[in-house]
């Protein structure tokens, strides 16, 4: 069972842990509706697929170049189409908000810590998605980069903006012990993906990169005399 056990590639114990976690931070949200009899609503959507957004498919998309094998350029694709469905399950979890407070007749301006740091987030997530499908765009066109600050700032500030945000959430809405579980779980995501980040290396091989890496060897070795050369 050990042996077994010890042939799992350890990024996927790290996409384990962020699925577990994200799950239990989910269950704790839904138990505390359960114990204070809240009745399944319009808002209740909104938590539940900000969590899988943020903290389900965020964590994977900001260390996916961490614990993809595959090659670059589609590591790159993975990665946009990642972010993506975080967007696109944002502005969902956002319309859904939207439209509880239109049908309960309350402020939709952004006037707690929640609500303006999640505000504050979503404007920050609009602006990575822009600048990495230009990044993306230019990187195709020139195979030059550009934005080199990108992966940082998806994962220090959007990302951490997002949790702080999800946990701003919970202390609004709950106390008691499926509070705690949940910022507790959070608290291990963060370390876990910001560990992942910042300690593990991309060690897949990259073709293209070895290719040019020969080519510029080659050109090295041109215009050099290899019979004047001793070998002896």
């Known amino acids: 069972m050990c042996k077994l056990l010890s042939q799992i590639p350890t990024t996927w114990y790290i ?4 699925l577990t976690l994200t799950i239990t931070i989910l269950i704790s949200f839904l138990i505390n509706d359960i114990i204070q009899g809240v009745d399944a ?7 539940v697929i900000m969590i899988i957004a943020f903290a389900g498919l965020m964590s ?4 996916h170049y961490r614990l993809s094998t595959a090659k670059l350029e589609r590591a790159r694709k993975t990665h946009g189409l990642i972010f993506g469905l975080v967007s696109l399950l944002a502005i ?3 319309t859904v908000i ?6 309960i007749k309350h402020e939709i301006t952004p006037h707690t810590a929640h609500a303006i740091c999640g505000t504050i987030t979503l404007c920050f997530l609009l602006y990575q998605a822009m600048s990495g499908v230009s990044k993306l765009r230019w990187l195709w066109k020139t195979d030059q980069k550009i934005y080199k600050k990108h992966g940082k700032c998806g994962i220090f500030l959007i990302y951490i903006l997002g949790l702080v945000t999800i946990s701003l959430g919970f202390y ?3 106390d008691g012990l499926t509070f705690y579980i949940a910022i507790s779980a959070i608290a291990i995501l ?3 993906v910001l560990h992942t980040f910042t300690r593990r290396k991309r060690t897949v091989h990259d073709v293209y990169a070895e290719l040019a890496l020969d ?4 050109t090295d070795l041109d215009g050099i005399d290899i019979d004047a050369l001793d070998f002896s």
Not at 41 to 47: C, N, V
Not at 215 to 218: D, F, G, K, P, T
């Open 15 to 18: 996409r384990f842990g962020i």
């Open 41 to 47: 609503t319009l808002f209740t959507w909104h938590p």
């Open 60 to 63: 994977e998309g900001v260390i």
């Open 92 to 94: 969902v979890a956002l």
């Open 98 to 103: 939207i439209s509880n407070k239109l049908k």
């Open 172 to 174: 609004e809405v709950e």
């Open 190 to 192: 963060g370390v876990l």
């Open 215 to 218: 080519e510029m060897r080659l």
